[in-house]
């Protein structure tokens, strides 16, 4: 897997000789570092290791750790669901045959493509896991649905796939398209995720569409009239379904005012939620880096490192008194004057080196611990350094001493925190140096914040898209402007509601619970997609709104009921995960699911109703099976 740093940015140009490490260099670093704590660590001494390599080592191996388990843990409680609910061997094999078939598919264009597997894409299972059992439990609800009602085995499956292809086939392109709109993120890694995970939804839709009604051929009839014969639930389910048709019709203006209440009370909530980027955060308090760091952070001034180098643009240009003491002033100043989070607890430049320099010339005398007042002495201290055998020199200037390193250490936050001390360090820079000296300023914390501010636009760019390409989606295939831009309050409504939750619970956005949009848009959209395309095939053949959402609830309602039960099972299964920000993925995925379901379930025929008002008449019953 590709070390931390590919989460934020793209690898940075050829600096010259001094390479950055590669991922496996990295982690070899870091166990040897461990190694030797471990051999030098005695009673009394107490060896912290922390710093930007040591955490995000930590939080790659928990990452992989606890993803990998909760997938497992979801993939188990996913099969036990799906063959209590089928009773049948094949619908749990089906499902989950297509979705690992789908992963190891896009892996394996991803190592053609010698894409790395970074961070983000470990949530990539995820993604399928949810697409391709969605789709598949469409599918195998209405065949199973038709061989109660009595059809062969191949009747069932043309029937099924006659029915639920063509919303299959659009629910793949919505979510196909609102997951391949983080492609163009600025981000790398998060475009990769977008791309690869829009390729893996409709890789998966053509195993679903071919592969399973296939294996659906496979079974023998025997299993299938066992099957049907076995079903008890299905009239407690129908009846369930048929009371939401009633209660969403009849009730429609005050479900939809109550909707736009909630709404509204939700909107102000979700405009308050704040953004963050805080790694350490995810792990637990009591892991040894978490404390490490915070040790470091608490007694050495801080853990995390912002650069600014100075470039004077001629050779010895830093053997002139007045830029290494305006150095020394920037220093000073730095250090008294920045309060906050970003509290500074450290400086070091090459001016620091120097007054040292001076001092240990001067008997170590403490009056000496200045700049020396006479220029000529400055390059001819600065030599003698170095024939001393010291190289403390070099981490601090280049060889033409044109260049000069200065370093600030400030304890680890919220990367929030950091923009607003970037930007002051970098006016004291010029308006000490003005155009004398070009200024650059990088380092992890430098790095760390245009992550942020990156993420943030793209994220803002990517669901723009998604929404207005999904709408114009949903007016195609209604044929309607208006309904279709009715039905896309369905699928805002979970979203909206999950930013109102994430700001009461104090979860904040970050970079796996902004994925959970990409999720919840592609969930949702899917709902509605088959709610809305059934809803319209029985209004045009009966003109009754009621008798419309009673036979799509009774067909695709139960499909939807089915999977998300399925679905919401396997993410809350992510909160039993160490790390804090895959449990809350975990669990504001799976509230989302819920609230995606209830939309469909209330909102979306309470909406039906009063756009079809002049339609809307009660039928005494409703035709029972699906024999299309």
């Given at each position: 897997m590709d070390d931390a740093l590919a989460l934020f940015d793209e690898p940075p140009p050829d600096a010259g000789p001094r390479e950055r490490l590669s991922d496996e260099e990295t982690q070899q670093v870091f166990e040897a570092v461990g190694e030797i704590v471990a051999e030098h660590r005695r009673d009394g001494l107490v060896l912290h290791v922390a710093g930007t390599p040591a955490v995000m080592e930590s939080l790659k191996s928990a990452l992989q750790s606890d993803v990998a388990r909760s997938v497992l843990l979801a993939i188990t409680v996913i099969a036990i669901l799906l063959f209590a609910m089928f009773r049948s061997v094949a619908a749990v094999v089906l499902p989950l045959g297509v979705v690992l078939l789908a992963l190891l598919s896009t892996l394996g264009l991803m190592g053609h493509l010698a894409t790395p597997v970074t961070l983000p894409i470990v949530i990539l299972?995820?993604?399928?896991?949810?697409?391709?059992?969605?789709?598949?439990?469409?599918?195998?609800?209405?065949?199973?649905?038709?061989?109660?009602?009595?059809?062969?085995?191949?009747?069932a499956i043309v029937a099924a796939v006659g029915h639920a292809g063509l919303p299959v086939?659009?629910?793949?392109?919505?979510?196909?398209?609102?997951?391949?709109?983080?492609?163009?993120?600025?981000?790398?890694?998060?475009?990769?995720?977008?791309?690869?995970?829009?390729?893996?939804?409709?890789?998966?839709?053509?195993?679903?569409?071919?592969?399973?009604?296939?294996?659906?051929a496979l079974i023998p009839s025997r299993a299938m009239q066992a099957f049907a014969s076995a079903d008890r639930a299905s009239a407690m389910t129908d009846r369930v379904l048929a009371a939401f048709a009633r209660f969403g019709v009849r009730n429609a203006l005050p479900i939809v005012c109550a909707f736009l209440v909630v709404a509204t009370v939700a909107l102000g909530f979700a405009v308050q939620l704040r953004f963050s980027h805080d790694v350490l955060s995810w792990l637990p308090d009591d892991w040894p880096v978490h404390q490490a760091t915070r040790a470091i952070d608490r007694d050495l001034g801080g853990s995390v490192s912002l650069e600014v180098v100075l470039d004077t643009g001629t050779e010895n240009g830093l053997h002139d008194r007045d830029t290494l003491l305006r150095l020394d002033a920037l220093k000073r100043d730095i250090e008294t004057e920045s309060s906050g989070p970003a509290k500074v607890g450290a400086v070091l430049s090459v001016a620091d080196l120097l007054k040292e320099i001076h001092q240990a010339l001067n008997e170590n005398r403490t009056e000496f611990h200045r700049i020396p007042e006479n220029p000529a002495l400055i390059p001819q201290e600065f030599l003698l350094f170095e024939n001393s055998g010291s190289d403390d020199l070099e981490d601090l200037v280049d060889f033409q001493f044109s260049r000069a390193r200065f370093s600030m250490r400030v304890p680890w936050q919220d990367t929030l925190n950091y923009p607003p001390f970037i930007r002051d360090v970098e006016e004291r820079f010029a308006s000490a140096f003005g155009s004398s000296a070009d200024v650059t300023v990088t380092g992890i914390m430098s790095l760390l914040s245009r992550t942020l501010e990156n993420t943030i636009r793209s994220a803002a760019r990517s669901y723009l898209i998604a929404g207005v390409v999904i709408t114009l989606m949903m007016i195609a295939l209604i044929g309607r402007v208006g309904t279709g831009l009715i039905s896309m309050l369905p699928n805002f409504t979970p979203i909206l509601l999950t930013l109102a939750l994430m700001q009461v619970a104090g979860i904040p956005l970050n970079l796996f619970t902004m994925l959970v949009g990409s999720i919840a848009i592609g969930l949702a959209v899917d709902d509605t997609v088959h709610f809305m395309h059934h809803f319209h095939r029985y209004l045009e053949r009966t003109g009754s709104v009621e008798h419309a959402v009673h036979e799509t609830l009774q067909t695709s309602g139960r499909a939807m009921l089915l999977t998300s039960a399925v679905l919401t099972a396997g993410f809350f299964i992510f909160c039993l995960a160490d790390m804090r920000n895959l449990v809350d993925f975990g669990f504001l995925t799976g509230i989302t699911i819920v609230t995606a379901l209830a939309a469909d379930f209330v909102l979306a025929p309470a909406l039906m109703a009063l756009r079809y008002r002049s339609l809307r008449r009660p039928e005494a019953s409703a035709q029972q099976g699906e024999t299309e």
């Open positions: 299972p995820s993604f399928l896991l949810a697409v391709g059992v969605g789709a598949a439990v469409h599918l195998l609800a209405i065949h199973f649905r038709n061989v109660r009602a009595g059809l062969d085995r191949e009747q086939l659009l629910t793949s392109l919505t979510t196909a398209v609102g997951l391949g709109s983080f492609a163009i993120a600025d981000v790398a890694p998060i475009a990769d995720l977008g791309q690869f995970s829009a390729i893996g939804v409709l890789i998966a839709l053509v195993y679903t569409l071919v592969l399973l009604p296939a294996g659906l």
